[in-house]
Every structure is written in structure tokens, then in C-alpha cells.
């Protein structure tokens, strides 16, 4: 029996994006659909995020 997939979806487009199995939490990916770079947060349920920005980062 094979293991399904992982999905997460784009919090940027909403694209369901169909995830490596041997993806880690912290792990940076490219959406498919806008070209996105998002962190994963979760693998269970899978949750991904946009990193911030280098300019987000100095606006403290």
C-alpha cells in the first residue's frame, strides 16, 4: 500500500502544491503557480508560510 502524498497550500495563490515525502519541517520550496518561496511550518497537517522579506526583518 502506498502512502499518500503530502498537499500543502500556497498561502500567496492558494495552489495546492504536492510536497517531496521526504520533506522536513524548516525546509524552503518554490510554489509552482506563483513562484513563492514558503518555509514549512508543519507536516501534520502541512502548513507552509512566506519567509520574511530581508527589509521585514529590520522593520522592528
Do not use: F, H
Amino acid at each position: 500500500m502506498s502512502e499518500r502524498p503530502l498537499l500543502g497550500d500556497c498561502p500567496i495563490c492558494g495552489n495546492q502544491l504536492a510536497l517531496p515525502g521526504n520533506i522536513i519541517k524548516g525546509e524552503l520550496l518554490e510554489c509552482d503557480n506563483c513562484t513563492a518561496e514558503l518555509e514549512v511550518i508543519d507536516l501534520s497537517p502541512v502548513e507552509l508560510k512566506a519567509p520574511p522579506q530581508a527589509e521585514e526583518l529590520w522593520d522592528e
